[in-house]
């Protein structure tokens, strides 16, 4: 006899470590919205983290300098943790799997924020798995952070087709900075996706060491202009 799965936790209405159950078992999220004194908009922004074998959680600082940008522009965020990472149930799946938990994810926060437009976000394997993800959850708009091209199979990666941005450092001395202007050349020149907005930072490395504030200006500059009016 199959157990059921237990209902769905509501979305919380304040900041909040949430337990939500995934493909592989429980996925361990942190829920946080804007300060109190920022207008809110209608949206809901999760943001992926980088490879879980070199360490990558919902805690790494670019993820969460990425969350605290959108969360200053009035959005809730959601981090989670892949499978096998934190609190989160399962072993590394190379991407197929780690994509099977942002659809879980991505459906939780529209049952329960219906009122709510979709943003998605990835660093690194993150940016990979919400590029991955894109044409299928068809998010209102990508955020992609040293998406990792070369390294993983981005050719299977249909153009996305909303308005997207991809911050990349010059000196990224784990992504070839060359592969991603590449391919993000590739999808502009295609006309099945929206044009990406490509900010290449000079000086800065795969993890953005001394230019996390300059990655936050980054996402805000180009966010503001495509943000729904507050509540």
Known sequence: MSVPNPPAPAFPTADAAVRLTGPAGELELAVEYP???T????VVAIVCHPLPTEGGSMHNKVVTMAARSLREL???????NFRGVGASAGTFDHGVGELDDLRAVAAWVRQQRPDASLWLGGFSFGAYIALSGAAELRPAALIAIAPPAGRWDFARIAPPAMPWLVVQGEDDEIVDPQAVYD?????????AGAEPNLVRMPETSHFFHRKLMDLRGAIKHWARGRLPDPH
């Open 74 to 80: 009035g959005l809730a965020t959601v981090r989670f």
């Open 35 to 37: 300060d109190a004194e």
């Open 39 to 42: 207008p809110v908009r209608p």
């Open 183 to 191: 391919w993000v050349e590739a999808q502009a020149q295609t006309r």
